[in-house]
């Protein structure tokens, strides 16, 4: 869900909304920029958290065996400029740099080659729409959307009609992610509780 923000006299640049967001008062607060205009986000529960933790290791574990991309957690997306808009993937996987050094200070001016986004329970469908058509629109090659509830992953891809995949089935990275394959239960797994023998007593 986005609510937005008092706009100011004038439309927001990426540069402007960089210095914004990480003023000291705005520290605990998410934001996205949309056409010029503050959208402020709220903040993910344990589910959305716990998701986006698994997203994480299974495409890092993915990146690290193709050192070919790396991968960011909720990281600014510069995706249009006059009027500016920045968005922020929970996970994004990107191939535009190797070394370290090369990673830009702030935003940068590249896209991910794949968004992935954990819907939260008080997204508005409108929102999260376009949020979706934003990175598609603008060099995002492939967009994931999860949802807790129903364990789903639904694959956007630019004109070309979203495919839904359940726990059961197979997850690829089409052309865009070679070789990438796992099953989309391994998104919502939550790690076994340890044995008995294993547990230890609490300190009363």
Not at 68 to 81: A, I, K, P
Not at 124 to 135: A, E, G, L, S
Not at 151 to 168: A, C, D, M, S, Y
Request: glycine residues 6%.
């Amino acid at each position: 869900m986005g609510i937005l923000v008092k706009p100011a006299r004038k439309l927001m640049t990426v540069d402007e909304f960089f210095d914004f967001v990480h003023r000291p008062e705005n520290d605990a607060r998410c934001f996205d920029l949309v056409r010029g205009e503050v959208i402020e986000v709220s903040r993910p529960n344990r589910p959305h958290g716990m998701i986006c933790a698994n997203g994480m290791f299974i495409l890092m574990n993915y990146a690290r065996k193709t050192t070919r991309f790396y991968v960011t957690g909720d990281t600014g997306v510069v995706l249009e400029r006059r009027p500016d808009t920045v968005r922020g993937p929970d996970i994004a996987v990107w191939d535009d740099v190797q070394r370290f050094e090369d990673l830009p200070k702030k935003w940068g001016n590249t896209q991910p080659r794949v968004a992935v986004e954990v819907l939260s329970p008080n997204d508005r469908p409108d929102y999260v729409h376009n949020k979706i058509t934003d990175y598609l629109n603008n060099n995002v090659d492939m967009v994931w959307v999860l949802d807790p509830p129903t364990r789903t992953l639904t694959v956007h891809r630019p004109g070309v009609e979203p495919v839904i995949r359940t726990e059961k089935d197979w997850l690829t990275g089409n052309d865009v992610l070679p070789g990438f394959r796992c099953k989309v239960a391994e998104f919502f797994r939550k790690p076994q509780a340890p044995t008995r023998k294993h547990r230890t007593k609490r300190k009363k």
